[in-house]
């Protein structure tokens, strides 16, 4: 049997004051007013985003294709001797333009001028001989009339003239051939161009089997650029030859320069793709009087297919990339802003070309995205001192 706990008439009485003091301090509580309790400080509101904005703009925009390429010359032609011979003369200057048929080099010619004078004396004994059988065999004829002679004799001397009409034919054609190689001591240039450094000098025995020959002519004016575009791209430049009425432009522009170095025409479309890289190779002519261009020199390239009118543009800054695609973020009412999505049609020189999505007049965030939401308030950062704002927001941007 368990023992009974007995209290104390000590122990009960501060048990009784204790839940009375519990009970009045409930009490107190229930009596605050509740204007007290609402007295706390509120949570402040998020603080206006700065960012800059920009205006969509309705305007005309070149359409283009970029690619990489090298300049080469028009023409390029390495000057080789004809024949084995002692280079005797130089007539270019290294360096400079020539002209079409401009004497380049001569060889030492002695020695086919002998050949030729051989050539010509065969042909004067031949003729001489020729001119003996024919007197006799017009003699022949006479005595074969009044049977003094057989007719076997007469055909020996018409076989014999035949003979030596033959020789100097062979004659005229020995005469020709050396007149032709005596001509290969004279060494001309083939095209007009800008010579490079002389390969070989005055005194040397140059042979027409050298590998190098004497001299290098480019043609720089006009010259030309071969470059490469994507696969992708080669039914949009054949939609653009069939479209266009003259050939399609070109631009050069240096690798690392803006401003272009030259304006020329389309002159080659490829007919085949490369497999090997994907790419088709096209090529371009520039007129270069003022040598911008020159050979072996790489270049940025921009085929210009066609402008597009009254196109949506906008800073390209200002599209962001996401898991539903391309958007901006545009500025509504009470500075605002919301997530929309675009379709870009290209972009180019920091221009965003939009096919949908946006209109003209639209105010979009071009800078300070990264600390933007859906439904942010944004205000316009006032402008850095000295630094004038970004060209691309300055004609849209919001006062």
Partial sequence: MKPTMTLTPTYRRRAWMGGVSLVAMMGAIALVPKSAQADKPAVPASPAVLVNTARVQAQTVP?????????TAAQSVTVKARI?????????????DVRAGQLLAQLDARSLQAQLAQAQAQKARDAALLGNARADLQRYVTLVAQDAATAQQLETQRALVAQLEAA???????????????????????ISG???????????IVHAADPGGLVVINQIDPITAQFTLPEDAVPEVNRALRSSRKPLTVLAY?????EPLASGRLVLLNNQIDASTGTVQLKAQFANANHALWPGQFVNVRLVLGQRAQALTVAAAAVQRGQEGTYVYVVKDGDVVQSQVVKVA????????????????DRVVVDGQYKLKPGSSVAESPPRKGASAPAAAAPGAAK
């Fill in 254 to 258: 240096a690798r690392n320069g803006k």
């Fill in 194 to 204: 800008r010579v490079g450094a002389r390969l070989v000098d005055v005194g040397n």
């Fill in 346 to 361: 290209n972009m180019q020189d920091g221009i965003a070309v939009i096919e949908s999505g946006l209109k003209a007049g």
């Fill in 63 to 71: 359409m283009y294709l970029s690619g990489v390429g090298s300049v």
């Fill in 168 to 190: 100097q034919l062979t004659d005229d054609a020995q005469i020709n051939y050396a007149q032709v190689q005596l001509s290969f001591t004279k060494i001309a240039a083939p």
């Fill in 84 to 96: 084995d011979g002692q280079l005797d003369k130089i007539g270019f200057t290294e360096g400079q």
